[in-house]
């Protein structure tokens, strides 16, 4: 079974997107947002019309990149994750809860008015979809960020090889990962890097590098930005992901 469909992850989704943050780290989802925001505003020229955030998850970032663009669309694989967001934005709120511990739960409610997230209901759409095989309507947009994505597909060189089909020339791609190269998600001879190659090591930015070099050139260096999921009241996954930004040339 896809565990981005289990009671389990919908539950630390909506906690990660939602609920409170840990040991002093930012809320992620809205983090990387604001970090796209600022760079569509460094970016002379670059129009914030449409924005597609992909393997969004329940929705954080969507809502969040909505401050700044007139239109946002989140996409991600699982039905459960896309429902969660789905209702967020038509109702404005959804009751879920955290496991406390073993079969103990505490109740949470996510609010969009007390994120200051309401206004941007109207301008967000959630479907559910495969970010490697888009529908022909994902076009030109401004701005794609993948979050925490790259690390989940099973041939990432491919998603890299397409992504530009669905940006404007001199649009903007954002990518976080903390690079966890799982072989369940995707198989080791789709690795980006993480490996060395005749007494060479290959990082995966030098992977991405490799991929995006037709199309894209680096903006900025790549920044860190740590994250903290909650799994229990007494157990924390904390970690750290690299973003990067490119735009589109060509
Ligand atoms: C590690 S989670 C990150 C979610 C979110 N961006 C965040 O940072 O909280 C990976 C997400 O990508 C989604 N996903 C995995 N493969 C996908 C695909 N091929 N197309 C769209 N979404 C996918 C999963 O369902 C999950 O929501």
Known sequence: ???????????????????????????????????????MANEVGVATEKALDLGCAVGRTTFELARGFDEVIGVDLSHRFVECAVQLKEKGS?????????????????????????????????????ACDLSDHHQQYNLIFAGNLLDRLQDPKQFLNSIHNYLMVDGILVMSSPY???????????????????????????????????????????????????????????????????????
């Open 1 to 39: 079974m896809n565990p981005y469909e289990t009671d389990e992850l919908v539950t630390q989704y909506m906690a990660f997107h939602y609920g409170d943050s840990y040991f002093e780290v930012e809320n992620y989802p809205a983090k990387c947002a604001q970090h796209c925001l600022q760079l």
């Open 94 to 130: 959804l009751e879920y809860s955290t496991i406390t511990e073993g079969q103990l739960l505490t109740p949470c409610n996510a609010e969009l008015t007390e994120l200051h997230l309401d206004q941007q209901r109207s301008k967000v759409r959630f479907y559910q979809d495969d």
């Open 180 to 250: 966890t190269l799982l072989e369940e998600y995707t198989p080791r001879e789709n690795w980006l890097g993480g490996y060395t190659e005749n007494g060479k090591v290959v990082s995966v930015l030098d992977g991405i590098k490799e991929a995006l070099a037709p199309h894209f050139v680096m903006i900025n260096e790549p920044i860190d930005v740590p994250f903290v999921i909650r799994e229990t009241q007494r157990k924390f996954q904390h970690t750290i992901a690299e973003l990067s930004s490119w735009k589109r040339i060509k």
